[in-house]
């Protein structure tokens, strides 16, 4: 039997075990105790900002965000089809409708055709941005920085303003990442925008095993989404609620994991990166394949690594390729299957979808879990070689 190479997995290098053991010790282990307040202050430190919230999720994270941009019942937001369905779903949660827009050649949304949807297919009025099609008000957009990538966080800060729309920063996989140069040089992702969402799920760079983190651009939201989180608790001793709220908390044992875990990130980040730039490197040498790149002006978090398959070169189409990997034991994965495409979003507004269809049929994520070695890649890129060769021999 082949040796399994996973897609991408928790990696447990630091004092996890010890933190854990200590918030079982102290019998803080659920939406209470001192891991929680500490992970919250340090994740804080790290990004530069003054507050953050430990959530149950990112998709909970998302969903408070919506709340206090103040979306409503009848109201619309922006968001990507390419994407993962959470960042979609909390617009439903609000009774909310989501517009579709395409992606670019960097897999984040279009920021050009998003300008021309808003300048030609809208009104700006006093109300805020109205669809003509469909006479809602536009509340926000949703801006998910894919795969680590940043987008112009720029551009789209300048869109947001100029048509009154807010603006969530989808960070759940782009924890670490940051812009080097222009406006926003020094700022983490998910640090620009009305507020930015991180998630801990076990496959992202740094796991609570579940959970997720809030920020907000100002301080008295991110304590509003505290309230919120915690069931809108306004008298802890008589329960008290002046508000409808959520059980969004997260817990003592999945902070003390998250307080380990960031403690590693910067080295994580690094390993991401060595790996990438080896993945690189072998793969220019197989004609049709190479490794969809990091925008520049950003330090990426280099989160999953995006093989794009040129068929034609290749001679191997993304499904086969994926059946013929699992077969050697090595676990890919295809991008999302795009959202306006998903049953419960086929009547919604789309705009000039194009790109996304294209990408999705041409990529394969490729193993990029943080203990992965050098022999690993070796594997599966010379896995990519014999399959080749094997096409070759029938031509």
Known sequence: MEKEIPLSVPNFIGKELEYVTRAVVSEWVSTRG?????????????????????CQSGTAAI????????????????VPTLTFIAAVNPVRYQGAEPVFMDCDNTLNIDLV??????????????????????????????????FGNLADMERVMDIAGKYKLKVIEDATEALGSYYT??????????????????????????????????VAKEVVLAEKAKYLS????NDTLYY???????????????AALGVAQLEQLEKFIQIKK????????????????NLLS??????????????????????????????????????????????????????????KIERAIIHRERILNLPCSTNLVKEDIFIVVNALKNLQSQKEGYR
């Open 34 to 54: 001192a891991f929680i307040e500490e992970f919250e202050e340090k994740m804080a430190k790290y990004l530069g900002i003054q507050k953050a919230v430990a």
């Open 63 to 78: 969903h408070l965000a919506l709340r206090l941009s103040g979306v409503e019942s009848g109201d619309e937001v922006i």
């Open 113 to 146: 055709k998003l300008e021309e949807f808003c300048h030609n297919q809208c009104l700006l009025t006093d109300k805020g941005l109205v669809n003509k099609k469909t006479n809602k008000v536009i509340r926000a957009l949703v801006m998910v920085h894919v």
């Open 181 to 214: 140069k222009g406006k926003y040089s020094g700022k983490f992702a998910g640090t620009v925008g009305d507020f930015g969402a991180y998630s801990f799920n076990g496959n992202k760079i740094i796991t609570t095993g579940g959970g997720g983190m809030l």
């Open 230 to 233: 915690n069931q809108a608790k």
């Open 240 to 254: 008290l609620h002046e508000s409808i709220g959520y059980n969004y908390r997260m817990t003592n044992l999945q």
């Open 274 to 289: 060595d790996n990438y730039d080896l993945y690189n490197r072998e793969l220019e040498k197989i004609d049709g394949l």
């Open 294 to 351: 990091f925008n520049e002006n950003t330090r990426p978090n280099y989160w999953f690594y995006s093989l794009v398959i040129d068929q034609e070169k290749y001679r191997t189409g993304r499904d086969e390729l994926l059946e013929r990997l699992s077969e050697r034991n090595i676990r890919t994965r295809p991008i999302w299957g795009l959202i306006h495409e998903q049953k419960p979003y086929v009547s919604n507004q789309t705009y």
